[in-house]
């Protein structure tokens, strides 16, 4: 794609910065036309490529580089989940955004190295789902969802095969240590699982956190700092293959969790300030009820 003229797709100052969540542009001297908002994908890569050019473009948007933009991406990807997690269709419109544009960013410094650009990255992805979905797209069979789990892992597989030139290593290998360490539990458990080792009923999986509990609760004795935390480890492992074998989202299930604590200490703050209160100041026991009148109203 060409960028002719970058300068015609460029708005004064922070317009076309990322704001809140990357930084603002520095003011700039040169008055241009304003930029029109469009629902073309090819005036956001516009945008973008001006953001980027040496001379006339954002100054912090010249200095960024994978490495800076990544914890950006994270970022905005957390934005996401957040706004499904409050049901905010309106905020997920506007965080989508976002994540679309780290996606243009990094596509743009990858073609400013000539590695690739935002049309590659498009045709990897549509070749990847189309490969992958061969009952959708051939005439595999994929009648069940367990079925295309099954037939999305082995193209996995063998796209790994293809690219490296043989099959990852181990069982466990491919999984990204950058991933929460929730998400990452759960990976590997599912991946051990779908080679015999695992246990099949969940009462078992409950067996287990209660031994890890007993053995935290030993280390207390000991007073052992190390081995406290390692068990700590160990059990929120169990937990988690705990939610797995009854079908749940480990890091969904806790996000959940973080927001009705979120909410329900808010009620707490809330009619302890009708006291003349704040927590500090509050008992534990005066808290507590109030956590449980808050807990009853939201039944």
């Avoid at 992805?125 to 295309?148: E, M, Q, W, Y």
Wanted: charged letters at 30%.
């Amino acid at each position: 794609m060409s960028y002719a003229n970058p300068l015609a797709v460029v708005a004064a100052s922070e317009r076309l910065c990322y704001g809140r969540a990357i930084g603002p542009c520095t003011s700039m001297a040169i008055t241009r036309p304003p930029v029109k908002p469009s629902r073309d994908i090819s005036r956001l890569i516009e945008i973008m490529a001006a953001l980027r050019t040496p001379g006339s473009g954002c100054p912090w948007d010249l200095e960024q580089n994978f490495r800076t933009i990544a914890p950006y991406t994270l970022e905005e990807a957390y934005e996401v989940a957040d706004a499904i997690a409050r049901g905010d269709l309106s905020g997920l419109k506007d965080e989508l955004g976002d994540l679309l544009l780290q996606v243009v960013f990094h596509a743009r410094m990858a073609q400013e190295q000539g590695a690739f650009d935002f049309a590659d990255v498009v045709e990897t992805i549509t070749t990847k789902l189309i490969r992958r979905h061969p009952h959708v797209f051939g005439d595999a069979d994929g009648k069940t969802a367990t079925a295309v789990e099954g037939l999305w892992e082995r193209i996995k597989v063998q796209e790994k095969v293809e690219h490296v030139g043989e099959a990852p290593a181990g069982t466990l290998a491919g999984i990204p240590v950058a991933l929460p360490a929730l998400t990452r539990a759960l990976k590997l458990q599912n991946k051990a699982g779908r080679v015999g080792f695992d246990w099949n009923n969940p009462r078992v999986v409950l067996a287990k956190i209660r031994e890890e509990a007993d053995e935290i609760e030993a280390e207390l004795d000991r007073s052992n700092k190390n081995r406290m935390t390692a068990e700590v480890g160990d059990l929120l492992f169990a937990v988690v293959n705990l939610a797995r074998h009854l079908g749940a989202d480990p890091e969904g299930v806790l996000r959940e969790t973080n927001l009705k604590f979120e909410r329900r200490f808010t009620a707490i703050e809330g009619k302890l300030a009708k006291r003349g209160k704040t927590p500090k100041s509050a008992s534990l026991a005066e808290m507590d009820e109030l956590w449980n009148e808050a807990k009853a109203a939201e039944k």
